[in-house]
């Protein structure tokens, strides 16, 4: 459904009740609570609740800037239709992994959806040790399922450009752009870092190779629109539980590199395993290790089932196709350790660390591992070798 539209306007507490109590069936006179719960860098998040029945919903609003820096830092409001649109197309084809999208509107710039309170932020619950048990299956099997079935290899070419077109995102691909695959590599005054990285992070900008192979994964990043990706899957965008998982804001989604996605999921993982020691370790890094079986099997059985004829006769066509979003993957994830050690926006799993000499080596190791996957993500053989590097880390 869409609402009637009017002028944007910045929602207030009482508007969000209104709005909600027009959409939404709530008993007759229940006295609706409103909460703005955003914890995020750019939108608001309304929750509207019933105290009495329990019964609530979310209504998300992009601001005409960016939250975290204030007005300053204007950014399209055309983010909250990509998102509730993406929210919706993602569902089609993973049901049950995206919270269900009651209403949206264009105009007022929000996405009205699923309160999905009774579960966890992600990357909440890893921090405190939680296991989430069907976490990778069940993102491996989202990523799986959106990615294939927006691609060629699923969809007829007209289809395929005209949701290229329809998801064009410029302005926030831009963020991607240079916060992900520039700014890190460069003496740039967006980079954030503790003095006691500064010879590791200048070692980073000296590095000629390494810089090589970033400014290839951002042409990759660029040009390649090979399926309608999620564009911000880390783990602070996945709700969990040890039963369920859904996958949240996509207002990045844009036609890119399918291992984008990948990447970033299994780059956050990554940190996290970097955090963690022993038995608590190896849950993170079959986590690892399961995303991509989960993710390379599912890919591959749609793709026998329900992919193009002429890709699906050509011999070695997807072991070939299979082998290079692996290989993205890797060179992605290591452009994300890297920003999330030494980039704007950083992660608690890290920066939560007390121990200033625990959290410099750990921020260290990050960045050993993440230049070791853009340089050496031809060589790398398996997911397995991947969580062998991590293991090893003391
Ligand atoms: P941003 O784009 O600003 O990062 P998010 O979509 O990530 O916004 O939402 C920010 C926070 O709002 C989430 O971390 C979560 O705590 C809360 N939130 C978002 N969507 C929901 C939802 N459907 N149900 C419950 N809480 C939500
Ligand atoms: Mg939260
Ligand atoms: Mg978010
Ligand atoms: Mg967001």
Known sequence: MTIATKQYEALTDETAIALARSLYPFPEGAELVCREIGDGNLNYVFQIKDPKSGKGLIIKQALPYAKVVGESWPLTLKRAAIEANALQKHGEFAPGLVPVVYATDEELAITVMEDLSHLTIAREGLIQGEAYPKLSEDIGEYLARTLFHTSDFALHPFEKKRLAAEYSNPELCKITEDLIFT????????????????????????????????????????????????????????????????????????????????????????????????????????????????????????????????????????????????????????????????????????????????????????????????????????????????????
């Not at 070692?203 to 990706?229: G, R, V």
């Not at 949240?248 to 990447?263: K, L, N, R």
């Not at 608690?348 to 990050?366: M, V, Y």
């Open 183 to 394: 700014d890190p590599f460069f003496n740039n005054d967006t980079n954030d870092y503790e003095p006691e990285l500064q010879g590791a992070v200048e070692a980073i900008w000296n590095n000629a190779p390494l810089k090589l192979e970033a400014a290839k994964l951002k042409f990759s990043f660029l040009t390649e629109a090979e399926a309608l990706l999620h564009g911000d899957l880390h783990t602070g965008s996945i709700f969990a539980s040890e039963s369920e998982t859904k996958v949240i804001d996509p207002e990045f989604a844009f036609y890119g590199p399918i291992g984008f996605d990948v990447g970033l999921f299994l780059a956050n993982l990554m940190v996290q395993s970097i955090t963690r020691q022993g038995e608590e370790r190896q849950i993170v890094l079959s986590h690892i290790e399961k995303t991509w079986d989960v993710f390379s099997a599912r890919f591959t059985q749609l793709w026998e089932q329900e992919g193009i004829e002429a890709f699906k006769e050509t011999a070695g066509y997807k072991e070939f196709v299979l082998e290079k979003i692996f290989r993205d993957t890797l060179g992605f994830a290591g452009c994300e350790l890297i920003r999330r050690t030494i980039g704007l926006a950083h992660v608690k799993d890290l920066d939560g660390i007390e121990n200033a000499g625990l959290r410099i080596r750990l921020k260290k190791q990050t960045l050993q591992i993440g230049e070791a996957l853009i340089l050496k993500r031809a060589e790398v053989k398996s997911i397995g070798a991947v969580a062998g590097l991590l293991e090893e880390l003391q």
